[in-house]
């Protein structure tokens, strides 16, 4: 898989400064499609002003859809389902381990998906849900109003996640590439992601396989930073398997997927405030 995936991203790379990426991966249809590199265009490192945001963005997300990018992404992912492990903080600062779902029913962008987010730890469980552009809290089979924090946690998964960058035209952002840059010895293209209620966020993505590994964003004075590990194809998409968050060089949530599928049905109850 992973000598597959580096054809993929050299290919995106060699046609970066072709300026046609997009219009390749739009051309893919079928949901499980045999990856189509792009024209081999040569890559011109010695100039890499020559390199625009929109390039560096659309090879990414070409790279996610092994070949297929938005086109792929959009007709395997209508639908989410997802569980595994996680590890945060509380408020005592004493670290808890428990278990997490998330239904995801994709819409147009990410402000109409439907997403239900349930947490449980020992003594608690509760889920965050957002329906219909609103955000509500579910505990005990009651509906509650989330804190201020709260929201923002949940609201940062989809907002300063991964899909801040795959769904970037979807969701109306901007985009805006920093100089490059060198992380424990990797190249990283450095690309900024505004979105359009103000939100911004940094992706570091591998020159050498246009993989999303850090995103850093700014939120109440802290810095957070959130790096992806563990790629792995998922029915012919690209997902980080495991993923941590820190909060100014604190380590806060660790999550790492157990099972994760696309495409299934996802009954309705479960958007549905009570």
Known sequence: MFSQTFRFASAAA??????ALGIA?????????????PPATVFNEKNPQSVTAEQVAESSIFIYGFGGGRAVLDQIRKTT???GKITTRNAQDREESGTYQRWIVRGDDSFKD???????????EYSMVRADEKVFGV??????????DALKQFDNQTFRGLDALLRYK???STLELQERQKVMGVDFYVLDITDKEGRKTRFFVSAK??????AEFEEDGVKYTRRFYDYRNAQG????????LWADGRQVEERTIGTITFGQKVEDGLFASR
Not at 14 to 19: D, M, S
Not at 25 to 37: F, I, K, L, S
């Open 170 to 172: 979807e969701n109306g």
């Open 81 to 83: 389902a997802e569980r």
């Open 139 to 148: 505990t005990n089979n009651l509906t509650f109003s989330p804190s201020p």
């Open 25 to 37: 991966a739009q051309e893919v249809a079928a949901p499980t499609p045999t990856p189509t590199p």
């Open 209 to 214: 396989t246009l993989r999303v590994m850090i």
């Open 14 to 19: 060699l046609f970066l400064t072709a300026g």
């Open 114 to 124: 439907k997403v239900h987010f349930e947490q449980v730890f020992p003594g608690t």
């Open 237 to 244: 998409t690209l997902v980080p398997y495991r993923t941590v």
